[in-house]
């Protein structure tokens, strides 16, 4: 189920525990996401360019999505269009929120419909794909303005074995797809909407950055012909994969520091540290403490393991 959330940073904290009234906020640790991709993924995630949010929400006839665009029609720099346009819809006034997702869907339906089959030139496939996504929101959330939020965000779609990592300041939500996810240590979640969970409009405006972009496809760093990792430039975390083929033991790259979590996607892979060995299956997962001496894994099968990450270049050598 989609839920539209932000990540954030430490100082956003600072500034709520220094202020009055109710903290939402349950510790000053950031919250960056990284997803592999283990089947195909739809997400949306930062925010469109201004011309193309203009040009998506231009195609609906409706009063109200062409005053939530009208920000981007107005002299400014580009961010701060998309941040006032975001305003404008995730503070759509209570009494009007259905009468905005009745117009979505409506818009949405209108669009597909008189585009016809997927021959039909008459829509582009990417515009087809956010139509498609806000019809279905409207259905499942018929009194929430965030119904709009693929005219606004990027819609993007990852292939498997694909790698998308959301930084402090992009709103996200993951529409459909399975995959593996690592975030920060952090119990802080903002939520705009497509939820029935509780909601943060006031303390994810004062977050929502709109220059904040993914970053999709980091780079594989080889650690071994086996095991490949990610390391986005964030201390938080870092995530590696091994493929074993066959039944011979393989070593993981030894130079992970700190706990980690170990998760098995594939086949029956045995991790033994020490001379101890557990058998995980697809879906299972188990912890590594800091002093667990180097994994052998013996396969077949495919493990991913999330550790403490190098806050550099996802480029540099390994070691």
Request: overall charge negative; hydrophobic content about 40%; aromatic content about 6%.
């Amino acid at each position: 189920m989609p839920i539209l959330r932000m990540t954030w940073n430490e100082a956003v904290f600072a500034a709520d525990a220094a202020g009055d009234g109710e903290h939402r906020y349950a510790d000053p640790y950031a919250k960056p996401e990284l997803i592999y991709a283990l089947e195909p993924i739809d997400a949306l995630c930062g925010f469109r360019s201004t011309a193309e949010a203009a040009r998506l929400l231009g195609l609906l006839r409706s009063d109200r999505l062409a005053f939530v665009a009208s920000p981007l029609h107005t002299p400014g720099a580009e961010h701060d269009q998309l941040q006032r346009a975001f305003r404008l819809l995730v503070t759509w006034p209570e009494d009007d929120r259905a009468g905005l997702a009745a117009d979505v869907a409506r818009e949405s339906r209108r669009l597909l419909l008189a585009a016809g089959s997927h021959r039909d030139g008459t829509l582009e496939p990417q515009d087809r794909r956010s139509l498609t996504w806000a019809s279905r929101l409207a259905a499942m959330y018929p009194k929430d303005p965030l119904v709009a939020a693929p005219f606004l965000l990027d819609l993007l779609s990852l292939d498997v074995g694909h790698t998308l990592f959301v930084p402090a300041g992009a709103p996200h939500a993951y529409l459909h797809g399975l995959g593996v996810e690592v975030m920060g240590s952090s119990d802080n979640t903002l939520r705009a909407g497509l939820t029935n969970k509780p909601i943060a409009i006031d303390e994810l405006l004062a977050v929502v950055d709109g220059r904040s972009r993914p970053v999709r496809d980091l780079p594989e760093v080889p650690a071994s012909p086996h095991e490949v990792l990610w390391r986005p430039d964030v201390a938080e975390f870092q995530l590696s994969r091994l493929r074993l083929s066959g039944p011979a033991p393989v070593q993981a790259y030894p130079h992970l520091v700190g706990p980690q979590i170990v998760l098995c996607t594939k086949g029956a892979v045995t991790v033994t540290c020490g001379g101890t060995g557990l058998e995980l299956t697809a879906g299972e997962s188990a912890f590594l403490g800091a002093s667990s001496p180097p994994m052998t894994l013996t396969g077949p099968g495919e493990i991913f393991r999330a550790a403490a990450g190098v806050g550099s270049g996802p480029t540099g050598p390994l070691g």
